[in-house]
């Protein structure tokens, strides 16, 4: 189960990276290997996402520009690219969630517009990454918490449906742990995957998930 759910994370997570790049006008490529996209990716993403271990690391080079920036998220921590010029840019986990019956939460709010969207994106710092073109994207959803005064503390966004992926959870507290089960109460039934490093592992870990495997991000600096 630890591995199965380690690629389905893996496969959920270069789906995610495809749909954002596919919102700036970047095609991506998929097959038995890796996600890849031949130019370069908007900042924060991957320009590939190995979707097996033991990918030949030449020829997953091969599918992308090479040059300054270019980065390459190993699913798998086992493709040493040091000898082309990469560094470890980080280290994180993999983690799952299984599905379970409704509890306890308060779900997140929808972002459906523009205008939403623009403020979403600014109180979670990735600007011009988030575009329009997302919210229409059935396989989309990006969310919203608000406090008692209607402030916007915090978020995340699921994509795909089997399972549902978690990315770009923030909040502008020290209360992620409350945006972790708010993203558990919107979709209670859906197994959930997702990754984190050491430093934000923990409020994943007490709304349920567990680790199921290591994966590196490499930069060309």
């Known amino acids: 189960m630890r591995e ?4 389905a994370a893996a496969r959920n997570n ?5 749909i954002v790049c596919g919102s700036h006008g970047l095609a991506g490529r998929t097959d038995a290997d890796a996600w890849s996209v031949p130019h370069r990716s908007p900042p924060w993403y991957p320009d590939a996402v190995t979707l097996r271990p033991g ?3 030449g020829a997953l080079l091969a599918r992308i520009d090479v040059g300054p920036g270019a980065s390459v998220k190993d699913s798998f921590a086992d493709v040493d690219l040091s000898g082309y010029g ?11 969630r299984p599905p379970v019956a409704p509890g306890a939460g308060e ?4 972002v459906t517009t523009a205008d ?9 710092g990735g600007g011009e990454v988030f575009r329009p073109t997302l919210l229409a994207d059935p396989r989309v959803r990006v969310l919203a918490h608000h406090d008692d005064r209607g402030v916007l503390t915090g978020g995340a966004v699921l994509s795909g449906d089997g399972p549902c992926g ?10 992620a ?24 592992l923990a409020p994943a870990l007490e709304t349920g998930f567990t680790p199921t495997g290591p994966l590196r991000v490499w930069l060309h600096p």
């Open 107 to 110: 779900p997140l709010t929808p």
């Open 166 to 175: 978690v990315s770009n959870l923030f909040a502008r507290t020290d209360r």
């Open 14 to 18: 270069a789906e995610w990276c495809d």
């Open 116 to 124: 939403e969207l623009t403020a979403w994106a600014a109180a979670h």
């Open 55 to 57: 990918v030949d690391a």
């Open 86 to 96: 990469f560094r470890v840019l980080f280290d994180a986990q993999w983690i799952y």
């Open 177 to 200: 742990h409350d945006i972790w089960r708010a993203v558990c109460a919107t979709v209670p039934g859906a197994a959930l995957v997702g990754y984190e490093t050491a430093a934000d």
């Open 4 to 7: 199965d759910a380690r690629v």
